[in-house]
């Protein structure tokens, strides 16, 4: 395996010293006391069915001034940075494809989860949420548009905190919104954490930690990440991660709805800022260009002047 010759590797065998701490050696209730307290308040301040994007939520697009369209979406600790390049044609393929398609690549950064030190080589968990994010996407946009051509999308998790699967999407809808790649709807994400028949939404690292934990009963837990096109309401994509009745998720895919449909105003607000400033900066440019103009204009007619009079 390549190593990352500018930072400290360090032995392939070696164990964090993290996996003997005290806080590593607690037990399931041990731990499900540290995320929610007696009042049923988490450890963030919020309540179980309250999501970050309400309160906690920050995004802007052109980020990236090499891409043809960019996004970064903050929700409080969780921080995705998204960027979508022209469409190129497939390398390597014999037959004619009428349907484009998408690549999407997402990585973390190395410090960004709490848990681990990420890996310079992409990782099983990358390639899934890699895989993820494709299905997600595939739906989305109009693919008959650009037959035999592929779009590039790659995410880049600065720092996880739960949600980062949701938190991509998100950033990847309005990345390829900014980039002006036709879509039949903006396509939105939440997530859900079940912790023994508790319903968590928009859930923290620890609460997903937690919930994808054997508890040793038969109650419900998981997580489950639902991505939905608001306007059509039509579901995308959906990931289940762990063991649910089917009842648990009937009542998680009616909350998942709510939350994706609350997430909308918010990108729209934003596209809707991004034309404004666009249509700002080609007002501005117009009249820096008319200003150049008659400048030069003046000076023709003084250098014809000058020809006139010699």
């Given at each position: 395996m390549p190593l990352d010759y500018r930072r400290f590797n360090g032995p392939e065998d070696s164990i964090s010293y993290k996996q003997f701490s005290q806080n590593n050696s607690k037990n399931f209730n041990e731990l499900f006391s540290d995320v929610i307290d007696d009042n049923g308040i988490r450890k963030d301040?919020?309540?179980?069915?309250?999501?970050?994007?309400?309160?906690?939520?920050?995004?802007?697009?052109?980020?990236?001034?090499?891409?043809?369209?960019?996004a970064y979406i903050e929700l409080k600790k969780t921080k995705v940075v998204c960027s979508v390049f022209d469409p190129r044609e497939i390398m390597h393929q014999n037959e004619y494809s009428t349907l484009g398609q998408i690549f999407c690549e997402v990585k973390f950064a190395p410090f960004s989860c709490p848990r681990k030190r990420r890996p310079h080589a992409p990782d099983a968990e990358e390639k899934a949420l890699s895989v993820a994010l494709r299905k997600a996407l595939e739906p989305t946009v109009c693919r008959h548009k650009?037959?035999?051509?592929?779009?590039?999308?790659?995410?880049?998790?600065?720092?996880?905190?739960?949600?980062?699967?949701?938190?991509?999407?998100?950033?990847?809808?309005?990345?390829?919104?900014?980039?002006?790649?036709?879509?039949?709807?903006?396509?939105?994400?939440?997530?859900?954490?079940?912790?023994?028949?508790?319903?968590?939404?928009?859930?923290?690292?620890?609460?997903?930690?937690?919930?994808?934990?054997?508890?040793?009963?038969e109650a419900n837990h998981g997580v489950i990440t639902m991505s939905m096109l608001p306007e059509l309401k039509q579901i995308a994509d959906f990931r289940q991660i762990g063991s649910m009745d089917v009842d648990c998720v009937t009542n998680a895919m009616n909350v998942l709805e709510k939350e994706c449909e609350k997430i909308i105003p918010n990108i729209q607000q934003i596209i809707v800022l991004n034309v404004m400033r666009t249509f700002k900066l080609q007002k501005?440019?117009?009249?820096?260009?008319?200003?150049?103009?008659a400048a030069l204009n003046e000076k023709m007619e003084e250098w014809k002047a000058l020809l006139n009079s010699g």
């Open positions: 301040g919020r309540a179980l069915e309250e999501a970050r994007s309400l309160c906690m939520f920050f995004a802007r697009t052109d980020l990236i001034s090499q891409a043809k369209g960019s650009f037959p035999n051509f592929q779009i590039d999308v790659f995410v880049y998790i600065l720092e996880h905190d739960g949600s980062c699967l949701a938190a991509a999407i998100n950033a990847a809808g309005l990345a390829l919104a900014d980039a002006a790649v036709p879509m039949y709807d903006i396509i939105t994400a939440s997530s859900l954490a079940v912790i023994d028949n508790k319903v968590f939404v928009d859930p923290l690292e620890a609460e997903e930690y937690l919930a994808t934990m054997n508890s040793n009963n501005r440019l117009d009249e820096e260009a008319r200003e150049r103009e």
